[in-house]
């Protein structure tokens, strides 16, 4: 693996379009060095996830991702045995005189394994980045047993027996707080609270990411997005409606914003009816403030 | 690591002790956490103060709340120990440190005491015929003795206990046959030979409903705080995660010193501690400081939300609406126990209860066993898409 330094992460995040302060590069750069598990936390759509994409980009190794959900278990996390093939085989093999313990041995072998993405991450030859999103969805007993995974650095199989770690991947584990994570598992990662970026982080991330927009268009949307996530919203919006919307508008050559478009594209920023109403209500008045200041701009 | 606690610097002197400074202020760092700051450092060019504070952030905060504290107590600290310099300042800390402790502990006593003194604790008589709890059923609460009364609670508490168990959707090994379970059944058989001779079964797994108790204590509740009490112990004893709240003009939690104390002297401390206790009500406020302060650790798709409250609101609707329809979205069910609701005068005219109205799932009167009863069959359903609004009637 390369020598990777402080300086080139940020570099590296850099290169790949990712604009971020310096906390989220050392605190990057760290759980690589100390081999610890990164725990993101941030409201949706601020680029919890894009970080361990970043991440896989810029160590050039492979991204596994685990998405959790209500009920996910270790049968989907760690692995599982090929039943059908399983069957198959016994089927074709006991009229070919395999001895029994011959046949049992193939039975249990690697090649009837379904390895699942933990089992894949750990068992690579070069560390792969693991993604494990929104694990606060998953169940509580699931992140115990993510605890013990993430302290023995293996996994024992009942057929085969156990398996060692070969490398130990690079963990990001991002969360919504839907749920309180446990002290356990807070007390083995490194922690990163990401909030919604403000003005001047948000205008270079579109610029990064929407070359091709206009200036003062991109200028507008950004005082827009601001203003828009000062309202108390049911759902607000993260830096990925921005990007969404910036690509609309810019798709539609556009070079500023006015009532008419704004109502009519409303829909890519909010997604909640409610918030509708309200924005479309008070939406002279935002305008004003994005229209104003981006004169004095 | 060994290693590196033992070459002491000035400089890790210092970062040792900037971690006990945050362990005061709340930080739960271990010996551990030490370690690993300080390896952290070993990482970094020695010539960055800001790399340094960043480098010191990442490896100790575990939390929201941690990290955007930890700018200021790092200063605080820098600050404390250059105003120090030399090390007496340490030792005065500390006796400061103990002082305040030796206070507090004074103070805990004290209290103890008066609590002890103000209630004695009362014993509860075992009195158990089903018969007499089937006409407690009916009658209003307000009309029991006190011997019935604790017969209700009795009841309520067996309610509660029955609640506390759900079905979850992750599957175990079950005895009984009722569900073939097929992966596990091959992969069994599998090990015998491949020959399908037993089979094997799954259930579903039970799954613990959390509950949040939010209680109104005005003076318009007066009459029944007193046996809301008492409910909210049924629960507290059956439930393993219950967070319970109570409020007139401002939110209180409450949930561990209901944990800590028993019944009769539980009611006496909150009462103590909370200051407008029968006062004048502002739910929507108070609603509001629970969804903002509590709701993203306390609420999920497995809680329950409790509330009880006549909805006599002095504050304004609209508050009321925002914070019912937060609290709605975020939880499995919103359950308004209403006591003024057993009367054949009500409706729902009160204003601020009007607003909260599209966002409670089960309305219900509580002011008999009977009703509460309802409530309980009620709170294990599935919420349907539409919010169906029902006054559960005897």
């Not at chain 1, 914003?257 to 109502?263: A, C, G, N, R, S």
């Not at chain 2, 046959?177 to 037993?198: P, S």
Request: net charge positive.
């Amino acid at each position: 693996m390369k020598k990777v330094g402080l300086d080139t992460i940020q570099r590296m995040l850099r290169e790949q379009g990712y604009i971020s302060e310096r906390g989220i590069a050392m605190s990057i750069y760290l759980s690589m060095k100390l081999e610890k598990p990164l725990l993101v936390e941030g409201p949706a759509g601020v680029g919890k996830t894009e970080i361990a994409k970043v991440m896989a980009r810029a160590l050039d190794t492979q991204l596994i991702r685990l998405q959790c959900y209500e009920g996910l278990d270790s049968t989907d996390a760690l692995y599982e045995w090929n039943y059908q093939h399983q069957l198959l085989y016994l089927k074709m093999n006991t009229e070919s005189g395999v001895s029994k313990d011959e046949l049992e041995r193939s039975i249990f072998s690697e090649r009837f394994l379904l390895k699942r993405p933990i089992l894949k991450a750990i068992t690579r030859e070069a560390p792969p980045v693991l993604l494990i999103d929104e694990v606060d969805r998953a169940d509580e007993e699931f992140e115990s047993f993510l605890l013990e995974v993430l302290s023995d650095w293996q996994v024992t199989i009942p057929e085969i027996g156990t398996i060692e770690a070969t490398s130990r991947p690079f963990i990001v584990l991002t969360g919504n707080r839907t749920r309180e994570l446990s002290e356990a598992l807070r007390r083995r990662c490194l922690y990163l609270w990401i909030d919604y970026p403000g003005y001047e982080k948000e205008l270079a991330i579109v610029r990064a990411k929407v070359p091709e927009i206009d200036q003062r268009l991109s200028e507008q949307i950004c005082i827009f997005m601001d203003a828009l996530r000062q309202m108390k919203l049911e759902k607000t919006p993260g830096v990925a409606e921005t990007l969404d919307w910036a690509r609309a508008l810019a798709g539609m050559h556009l070079d500023h914003l006015d009532k008419q478009t704004v109502e009519d594209t409303l829909g890519v920023v909010l997604k909640d009816w409610q918030d509708m109403r309200h924005t479309k209500d008070a939406l002279s008045e935002l305008l004003e403030k994005t229209g104003v200041q981006s004169r004095i701009g | 690591m060994d290693v590196l606690l033992s070459y002491q610097t000035s400089l890790s002197a210092n970062v040792v002790l900037l971690c006990r400074y945050l362990r005061k202020n709340g930080f739960n760092l271990s010996s551990t956490e030490e370690a690993e700051a300080l390896r952290a450092l070993t990482l970094l060019p020695v010539d960055s103060e800001l790399l340094f504070k960043e480098a010191l952030s990442a490896v100790l905060c575990k939390n929201r709340h941690q990290q955007s504290r930890f700018d200021e107590l790092y200063t605080e600290f820098w600050d404390q120990l250059e105003r120090a310099a030399n090390s007496k300042v340490k030792d005065v800390q500390q006796r400061k440190n103990n002082k305040s402790e030796a206070q507090k502990k004074q103070e805990q006593f004290e209290a103890l005491k008066k609590w002890l003194n103000l209630s004695p604790a009362s014993e509860e008589k075992e009195v158990a015929a089903y018969s007499d709890l089937e006409v407690l059923g009916k009658k209003h609460f307000n009309e029991l003795s006190e011997e019935e009364l604790r017969l209700m609670f009795r009841l309520i508490e067996r309610l509660a206990r029955r609640l506390a168990h759900r079905e979850s959707r992750l599957r175990k090994p079950a005895k009984r046959y009722r569900n073939l379970d097929i992966k596990r059944t091959i992969r069994y058989n599998m090990r015998r030979g491949g020959d399908i001779e037993k089979l094997q079964f799954s259930q579903r797994k039970q799954k613990r409903l959390k509950l949040v108790l939010l209680c109104d204590v005005s003076k318009s509740m007066d009459l029944y705080s007193r046996f809301f009490v008492h409910l909210i112990y049924a629960f507290q004893n059956a439930y393993d995660r219950i967070e319970t709240f109570v409020f007139s003009t401002a939110l209180h939690r409450v949930t561990e010193i209901l944990d800590n104390n028993p019944p009769g002297e539980a009611f006496g401390i909150i009462s103590e501690r909370v200051p407008h206790w029968s006062g004048g009500t502002t739910i929507g406020s108070c609603l509001n400081r629970f969804s903002e302060d509590y709701g993203y650790s306390l609420l999920d798709k497995k809680t329950i939300v409790l509330i009880l409250s006549d909805g006599w609101d002095t504050g304004h609707p609209e508050l009321m609406r925002t914070a019912m329809r937060r609290i709605y979205k975020a939880s499995k069910k919103v359950i308004w126990l209403n006591p003024m609701a057993g009367s054949p005068h009500f409706s729902p005219e009160v204003t601020g209860l009007k607003a909260a109205l599209p966002y409670i799932d089960v309305m219900a009167s509580a002011h008999n066993l009977e009703s509460l009863r309802k409530v309980m069959r009620e709170l294990g359903k599935r919420r349907s898409n539409a919010p169906a609004i029902k006054f559960p009637q005897d």
